[in-house]
């Protein structure tokens, strides 16, 4: 009876919270009974205080993706080269194992992961180790284990250590019956993937380690990231990137997904820029723990005109790959980030003329037109 009490008290505040705005609140944990998992009873037992002088010490784990290497980058420029530890399971290749600190580290080996927070003191966590939706799809199981069980670990090391943590959700958290254009922070999130269902996970186990333990959990919905320097991982969007390699090899492409399927999409310097910003925000400024930000939508057919523009000989074909479709027409097409632009103040700066002559420029393609020119 008494605990029932108590719970109460914690759901009625939690209620409170909310309607306070801007407020952190930190739950008596202490109250709340035993619990069957690591994190003990008392989370800031093993925690060091770091003085707001210090720039963080940071892992990113899975940073050999899409969007770890950039990542990495941004943050070095920010706090200091040594001060941003990439890590994978992966061998990383000769320019980045000497652009930086680079270590193993597996998310499914807890220890391991305790031992790296501690010896290395880390104080960011930027949890990047995922299998997208393609690749997830094609092998659930191993999908389960690093997008569930490897999240526990880290849920559970970020708490007990105090570490502030970042985990990117996807606009893969909605699904059929989410409303799709434009979809809100808070709706239906029912996505019919291996991997939606590990991200609406992730957001809910964020913000209940938040709620729960103080955990300082912070999740962005990221739209589809193209980027020109690093492949995609074997998610639905990935065609988005994979049609600039192929306009600047051969200048036509085969597109897997339909002519007109329109996805929410950003270049990777505004998502890395958008990870940084939601870091740095006071904690005060959040009224939430997972936003959605959003850039640009497009179709492929879309993506097709503008890249027009710079390459008109560039053609584009259709051989669509039934299970990616499914997949894309289940997700948003617009994401609504009004709350993300009000409460930190987020501001995309590429939209889609502005990406394509980035990407394009890269490439070399721009430069080739000219010359053709
Ligand atoms: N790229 C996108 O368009 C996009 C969009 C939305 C969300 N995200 C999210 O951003 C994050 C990074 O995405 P990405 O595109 O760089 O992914 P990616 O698939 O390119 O890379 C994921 C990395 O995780 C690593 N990994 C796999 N199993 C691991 C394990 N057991 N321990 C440690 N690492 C392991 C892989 O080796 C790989 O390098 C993911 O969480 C993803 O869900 C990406």
Redesign the pocket.
């Known amino acids: 009876m008494l605990f029932l009490g108590m719970l109460k008290q914690v759901v009625s505040r939690t209620a409170q919270s909310k309607a306070s705005s801007c407020r952190k609140l930190v739950l008596p944990w202490q109250f709340l009974g035993s619990s069957q998992h690591r994190v003990p009873a008392n989370v800031n037992f093993h925690s060091t205080s770091f003085s707001e002088a210090e720039p963080p010490r940071v892992l990113i784990?899975?940073?050999?993706?899409?969007?770890?290497v950039g990542l990495a980058n941004l943050l070095r420029k920010r706090f200091g080269k040594d001060n941003v530890i990439l890590?994978?399971?992966?061998k990383p290749p000769a320019h980045v194992f000497h652009s930086g600190p680079f270590i193993y580290?597996?998310?499914?080996d807890y220890k391991n992961l305790r031992e790296i927070v501690v010896n290395h003191r880390i104080s960011w966590l930027f949890?990047?180790?995922?299998?997208?939706s393609a690749v997830g799809e094609a092998n659930v199981p191993l999908a389960r284990d690093?997008n569930i069980t490897?999240l526990h670990n880290i849920l559970d090391v970020a708490a007990e250590y105090n570490v502030r943590l970042f985990?990117?959700?996807?606009?893969?958290a909605f699904g059929p019956t989410s409303p799709r254009n434009p979809t809100p922070d808070l709706c239906v999130q029912r996505p019919r993937t291996i991997?939606g269902v590990s991200?609406v996970h992730t957001e809910l186990m964020g913000e209940y380690y938040y709620y729960r333990y103080g955990l300082d959990f912070r999740c962005l919905r990221?739209?589809?990231?193209i980027s020109a320097d690093s492949q995609?991982?074997?998610?639905t969007?990935d065609y988005a990137v994979q049609i600039f390699h192929a306009a600047a090899k051969n200048g036509t492409f085969e597109c897997n997904l339909k002519a007109s399927t329109r996805l929410p999409m950003m270049y990777i310097s505004d998502c890395l820029r958008a990870t940084l910003e939601v870091m740095e925000a006071p904690a005060e400024c959040l009224s939430m723990r997972t936003y959605n930000i959003n850039a640009m939508s497009f179709t492929p057919e879309e993506l097709a005109l503008a890249l027009r523009k710079h390459a008109p000989d560039f053609q584009i074909t259709y051989c669509v790959d039934p299970l990616r479709q499914a997949i894309a027409e289940s997700w948003p097409m617009i994401l609504d980030d009004s709350n993300a632009r009000k409460d930190w103040g987020w501001k995309h700066d590429f939209d889609l003329p502005e990406l394509v002559a980035t990407m394009l420029s890269f490439h070399g393609v721009s430069t080739r037109v000219a010359q053709v020119n």
Do not use: E
């Open positions: 784990t899975g940073g050999l993706g899409q969007l770890g890590s994978d399971i992966r580290a597996n998310i499914l949890h990047y180790s995922a299998l997208l690093v490897g985990v990117p959700s996807t606009i893969g991997y991200k990221y739209p589809g990231i995609p991982g074997g998610g969007t």
